[in-house]
């Protein structure tokens, strides 16, 4: 005589189905050790600046921060030689110390006066970042003017990020899909998305932007 045949629950029966599935990538933490802006290895305990474990990191990824001596810190970002303007193109988190201890600076020399934007946020970017200052964004050509500090393509999440001395060719401190130039701090472009938390704008300027417009958003003000 056969073995009765027994029905398992359908509960049970799902649980059996999700277990073959493969498991999902564990998300990697890199730790940023440098405060000197490089791009001449891979991100390593000891040597690893900012660009590094960026360029390093895989989707879904956080970087956070363990500089030495004394804070507070300011990262001088360069130009040249596959430097320049740190590009996001995927899904990261950027966890800083407090905006009073870490700066990333757009001024390469420590003059005071930015050389070059601090951030692009790609289309396929998606990046939250909190707990930093973004300082010293400049542009000065109207063939690249959208965003002294930051340029939104993709979606971008700030919270508890300081914004100071950034400079774009015209517009207000945060423009939003706008043609010319705008944006003093950050220019988010049209389909972009753009997430604005318990920060603080702080000597934004954009060059013909009007004191009369509607700041933080659009053409005008700082």
């Given at each position: 005589m056969p073995p009765p045949i027994r029905s398992f629950p359908a509960r049970l029966l799902v649980c059996l189905g999700l277990g073959a599935l493969p498991l999902a990538a564990h998300a990697d933490i890199w730790t940023v050790d440098l405060v000197s802006d490089e791009n001449d290895s891979a991100c390593i305990p000891g040597d690893c600046s900012l660009r590094e474990a960026i360029a390093g990191a895989s989707a879904g990824d956080e970087i956070v921060f363990a500089l030495?001596?004394?804070?507070?810190?300011?990262?001088?970002?360069?130009?040249?030689?596959?430097?320049?303007?740190?590009?996001?193109?995927?899904?990261?988190?950027?966890?800083?110390?407090?905006?009073?201890?870490?700066?990333?600076?757009?001024?390469?020399?420590?003059?005071?006066?930015?050389d070059l934007r601090v951030l692009r946020i790609a289309t396929t970017g998606a990046l939250a970042i909190s707990g930093l200052t973004l300082r010293d964004g400049r542009l000065t050509s109207s063939g690249d003017p959208h965003g002294g500090c930051v340029l939104a393509e993709g979606e971008g999440t700030f919270t508890a990020v300081r914004f100071e001395n950034c400079r774009a060719w015209s517009g207000g401190v945060v423009g939003i899909g706008i043609d010319g130039g705008d944006g003093g701090a950050i220019f988010a472009t049209t389909g972009s998305t753009l997430g604005i938390e318990a920060c603080i704008f702080a000597g934004n300027f954009a060059g013909t932007g009007e004191a009369s417009g509607a700041p933080p958003f659009g053409r005008g003000g700082r």
């Open positions: 030495p001596g004394p804070s507070p810190w300011t990262i001088r970002l360069q130009s040249g030689g596959g430097l320049g303007t740190l590009q996001v193109d995927l899904a990261l988190t950027i966890s800083g110390p407090g905006a009073d201890l870490l700066a990333i600076s757009g001024d390469s020399t420590g003059d005071g006066t930015g």
